[in-house]
């Protein structure tokens, strides 16, 4: 008899839309009936909800994760010649916005235990040119945001809070992330915590002169009709994403305990598994609300590749988030930072990988992820 063992996806959609299918098709077919597609009541009403969930006196729909960070810099005039401070080691659209107005990315490279930007290194990259700070809380912990912002205070810098991997993730101080900074940027792309039936993204703040200036950015920067004041473009969000995602986060901190409780479960079973040598689990700031968007352990050594190989071939999800830092992207060549110019976060790309953390994920397929690395990592 041959033992069939469980297969495990990196994310499972399918369950968690499940128990909500009745309530967004009945809430569809409504925004058909009214056929107001895009902005409305339905696009209002997320942004009034979901700026109160983040504690943000201001919120703003957007096309995606990407185009927030994109309005959230060209609302405070970023373009060529200046210099935008962040990490190298993040999603792509991070860095790329920056280029895209014309701006200049510096890097500070991470801390090796949370993958955030290592805030004891920012002051040091900040030149007369630099007109903000970009923080990425990745993989759902905040960067360490007190540091941060005690720099950007004293030297008059404002900070952008990539917070697309971190909805309702909470600093040490108990603040959310996208109310830490000037402005935050969310994604509502669908591997998000809280993610859409498509692309969609979300801006806040508290300066009401910035909300303001964000809300008529995504719509050409038309205010009145056929007015434009300033350059914008269409990032818009649609009214469907938005219903479908007022639904959705009625359940979203549920969700983030479910993944949460899923990383305490992992890590008993690695503990159980005597693998501490062997693999490094996240690290958790002390009073942080980790959210885990992503679980990212570390296997030092040349065993990565190796892993996600072996993982395949067993069916258990996983990803490697990022297996090339930014500044070694050929887009970025042109910078003139080389391999060696960001230690941490080429030593992060090559030795991280994500694996299954979804709230669904049953007790068994648990174990058996564990199973699978305990028996690659010893063999
Ligand atoms: C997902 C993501 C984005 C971009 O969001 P999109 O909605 O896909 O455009 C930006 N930054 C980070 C860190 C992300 O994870």
């Given at each position: 008899?041959?033992?069939?063992?469980?297969?495990?996806?990196?994310?499972?959609?399918?369950a968690?839309?499940?128990?909500?299918m009745?309530?967004?098709?009945a809430?569809?077919n409504?925004v058909?009936?009214?056929?107001?597609?895009?902005?409305?009541?339905?696009?209002?009403?997320?942004?009034?909800?979901?700026?109160?969930?983040?504690?943000?006196?201001?919120?703003?729909?957007?096309?995606?994760?990407?185009?927030?960070?994109?309005?959230?810099?060209?609302?405070?005039d970023i373009?060529?010649?200046?210099?935008?401070?962040?990490?190298?080691?993040?999603?792509?659209?991070?860095?790329?916005?920056?280029?895209?107005?014309g701006?200049?990315?510096?890097?500070?490279?991470?801390?090796?235990?949370?993958?955030?930007?290592?805030?004891?290194?920012?002051?040091?990259a900040?030149?007369?040119?630099?007109?903000?700070?970009?923080p990425?809380?990745?993989?759902?912990?905040?960067?360490?945001?007190?540091?941060?912002?005690?720099v950007?205070?004293?030297?008059?810098?404002?900070?952008?809070?990539?917070a697309?991997?971190?909805i309702?993730a909470?600093?040490?101080?108990?603040?959310?992330a996208?109310?830490?900074?000037?402005?935050?940027?969310?994604?509502?792309y669908?591997s998000?915590n809280l993610?859409?039936?498509?692309?969609?993204?979300?801006?806040?703040?508290?300066?009401a002169?910035?909300?303001?200036?964000?809300?008529?950015?995504?719509n050409?920067?038309?205010?009145?009709?056929y007015?434009?004041?300033f350059?914008?473009?269409?990032?818009?969000?649609?009214?469907?994403?938005a219903?479908?995602?007022?639904?959705?986060l009625?359940?979203?901190?549920?969700?983030?305990?479910?993944?949460?409780?899923?990383?305490a479960?992992?890590?008993?079973?690695?503990?159980?598994?005597?693998?501490?040598?062997?693999?490094?689990?996240?690290?958790?700031?002390?009073?942080v609300?980790?959210?885990?968007?992503?679980?990212?352990?570390?296997?030092?050594?040349?065993?990565?590749?190796?892993l996600?190989?072996?993982?395949?071939?067993?069916q258990?999800?996983c990803?490697v988030?990022?297996?090339?830092?930014?500044?070694?992207q050929?887009?970025?060549a042109?910078?003139?930072?080389g391999?060696?110019?960001?230690?941490?976060?080429?030593?992060?790309?090559?030795?991280?990988?994500?694996?299954?953390?979804?709230?669904?994920?049953?007790?068994?397929?648990?174990?058996?992820?564990?199973?699978?690395i305990?028996?690659f990592?010893?063999?």
């Amino acid at each position: 008899m041959t033992a069939t063992r469980v297969t495990v996806p990196m994310l499972d959609l399918a369950a968690q839309y499940a128990p909500l299918m009745d309530e967004i098709r009945a809430k569809v077919n409504e925004v058909f009936e009214t056929t107001r597609f895009i902005g409305g009541p339905e696009v209002i009403g997320l942004e009034t909800e979901l700026a109160a969930y983040v504690g943000a006196a201001h919120g703003v729909g957007v096309s995606s994760g990407t185009d927030a960070l994109l309005v959230a810099m060209m609302a405070l005039d970023i373009g060529v010649g200046d210099e935008v401070i962040t990490t190298p080691y993040t999603f792509f659209a991070t860095a790329g916005c920056i280029a895209r107005l014309g701006a200049t990315c510096r890097f500070v490279d991470i801390d090796p235990q949370t993958y955030n930007i290592d805030a004891a290194r920012i002051e040091a990259a900040i030149t007369e040119r630099t007109k903000a700070i970009l923080p990425v809380h990745l993989f759902g912990q905040c960067a360490e945001m007190d540091a941060i912002n005690e720099v950007a205070g004293r030297r008059g810098i404002p900070v952008i809070e990539d917070a697309a991997q971190a909805i309702g993730a909470r600093d040490a101080n108990g603040r959310m992330a996208g109310s830490l900074g000037l402005i935050g940027c969310f994604s509502f792309y669908p591997s998000k915590n809280l993610g859409a039936p498509g692309d969609g993204g979300f801006i806040t703040t508290s300066d009401a002169d910035l909300g303001h200036r964000m809300a008529i950015m995504r719509n050409h920067g038309m205010e009145p009709a056929y007015h434009h004041e300033f350059l914008g473009g269409n990032f818009r969000l649609d009214a469907i994403h938005a219903a479908v995602l007022r639904i959705k986060l009625r359940h979203l901190d549920t969700w983030a305990e479910a993944r949460r409780s899923n990383a305490a479960d992992y890590r008993r079973l690695f503990a159980a598994k005597g693998l501490g040598d062997l693999v490094e689990l996240p690290f958790e700031r002390p009073d942080v609300h980790h959210i885990y968007n992503q679980f990212v352990i570390r296997v030092p050594g040349e065993k990565r590749d190796g892993l996600r190989d072996h993982l395949r071939a067993q069916q258990i999800g996983c990803d490697v988030y990022y297996p090339k830092p930014a500044h070694l992207q050929p887009c970025f060549a042109h910078l003139g930072q080389g391999a060696g110019a960001f230690p941490e976060s080429e030593r992060a790309s090559r030795e991280t990988i994500a694996i299954p953390i979804f709230g669904e994920l049953a007790a068994e397929q648990k174990e058996t992820v564990v199973d699978v690395i305990a028996d690659f990592l010893r063999a």
